[in-house]
């Protein structure tokens, strides 16, 4: 992942660096010095949004379907 394709996607899922690297408990510095040169994003990080995109996705059909769900609970 170069670092313009992660910044695209921290824009487009509304998460700002700051938030991405406490959420990941790395410094904003670190996450603020990768490149496509020395210090490329990890390759980790790639499957991390995405599964934090998923989660998200997840959370909101969540949220949709608690009135339904909370109705037949007696």
């Given at each position: 992942m170069k670092k313009n394709e992660f910044n695209e996607i921290l824009k487009k899922i509304n998460l700002s660096?700051?938030?991405?690297?406490?959420?990941?408990?790395?410094?904003?510095?670190?996450?603020?010095?990768?490149?496509?040169?020395?210090?490329?994003?990890?390759?980790?990080?790639?499957?991390?949004?995405?599964?934090?995109?998923?989660?998200?996705?997840i959370d909101k059909v969540a949220e949709t379907m608690r009135p339904y769900i909370e109705c037949g609970e007696k």
């Open positions: 660096r700051q938030e991405f690297a406490d959420m990941t408990s790395l410094s904003y510095g670190s996450v603020s010095n990768w490149n496509d040169g020395k210090q490329p994003v990890p390759g980790w990080v790639e499957s991390w949004l995405q599964n934090y995109i998923k989660a998200k996705d």
